[in-house]
T-cell receptor
Framework: TQLLEQSPQFLSIQEGENLTVYCNSS?????LQWYRQEPGEGPVLLVT?????EVKKLKRLTFQFGDARKDSSLHITAAQTGDTGLYLC?????????????FGQGTILTVHP | SAVISQKPSRDICQRGTSLTIQCQVD?????MFWYRQQPGQSLTLIAT?????????ESGFVIDKFPISRPNLTFSTLTVSNMSPEDSSIYLC?????????????FGPGTRLTVL
């Protein structure tokens, strides 16, 4: 089972600030996903990255996949209170194990007005 | 996309009792899964719910404690048996959907279980 190291575990920032969350593994990802979970809800998929060096943007969120496909980052520009939530990096076992996800420890983000 | 509902949304139970959680999907899906999220922690896969056959459990989870049913392609249940306070968690149903461009995993809203 692939282990995912996610950091930081907690982030508390003011509205308008920028932040970066990191996800690392000792082994290569076949693909990597980022989810956001709000209280009382299940995780919701934000993005899937597959190709080494890939960069994807989703409004103020920028996702990077390392060239060696062993690390990824999520950068939020000008954070808003609506960005508050639990951010999870996730890998899929792939192959015949579709849907069997391994989750990082998660980053709890709190954006204060 | 898939819309998933779970019942109950939350429950408070006594030690030693059992609770069955229902998961309903609005479309037929091949793969259904049950995850556990303990307080302040990330998600851990309990088992894959297989339609028409016994569920496949991950290390640390057994059928006697977490029996699972999946009678068809849109419905599954997870039972938490002989509960103890350590079973207090959020239990989430999830489905995997093969898309035309990318595959996507969807999660239900979760069932928040508190065991006294």
């Amino acid at each position: 089972t692939q282990l995912l190291e996610q950091s930081p575990q907690f982030l508390s920032i003011q509205e308008g600030e920028n932040l970066t969350v990191y996800c690392n593994s000792s082994s290569v990802f076949s693909s990597l996903q980022w989810y956001r979970q709000e209280p009382g809800e299940g995780p919701v998929l934000l993005v899937t990255v597959v190709t080494g060096g890939e960069v994807k943007k989703l409004k103020r969120l920028t996702f990077q996949f390392g060239d060696a496909r062993k690390d990824s980052s999520l950068h939020i520009t000008a954070a808003q209170t609506g960005d508050t939530g639990l951010y999870l990096c996730v890998s899929d076992a792939g192959g015949t194990s579709y849907g069997k996800l391994t989750f990082g420890q998660g980053t709890i983000l709190t954006v204060h007005p | 996309s898939a819309v998933i509902s779970q019942k109950p949304s939350r429950d408070i139970c006594q030690r030693g009792t059992s609770l069955t959680i229902q998961c309903q999907v609005d479309s037929q899906v091949t793969m259904m899964f049950w995850y556990r999220q303990q307080p302040g922690q990330s998600l851990t896969l309990i088992a894959t719910a297989n339609q028409g056959s016994e569920a496949t459990y991950e290390s640390g989870f057994v059928i006697d404690k977490f029996p699972i049913s999946r009678p068809n392609l849109t419905f599954s249940t997870l039972t938490v048996s002989n509960m103890s306070p350590e079973d207090s968690s959020i239990y989430l149903c999830s489905v995997w959907d093969r898309g035309t461009v990318t595959d996507t995993q969807y999660f239900g809203p979760g069932t928040r279980l508190t065991v006294l």
